[in-house]
């Protein structure tokens, strides 16, 4: 099958409608059918403001990113990315091609 990885990337502590925003992500996605998505937490890294996020301490907690994948047909990702601007978010989000499906019987 082929259609694409989208990948969102969120803070940890973001939230959306009182909800972390990857809960809310995964969720929005469950509803309208998409078989599958995760959620993975990052060790470190930087954004745009070129400042580096690491989790040392219990103080920076929540500071780093979250990133919540699917691998969907283009028609999913195109509903996902409609939702997410529908309710006016602004998240950065990568789109790659992708072939997928499943091994065995």
Known sequence: MDGSF???????????HGQLAWEWLLQRANALGIRGGSAFRAVAGFGRDHRLHEERFFELAGTVTVEVEFIVTDDEARQLLEL??????????????????????
């Not at 989208?6 to 959306?16: A, G, Q, S």
């Not at 789109?95 to 019987?105: E, K, L």
């Open 6 to 16: 989208l990948r969102f990337y969120v803070h940890e502590n973001e939230r959306l």
């Open 84 to 105: 997410v601007t529908g309710e006016g978010l602004r998240m950065f989000y990568a789109r790659t091609p992708a072939h997928f499906g499943t091994t065995g019987s």
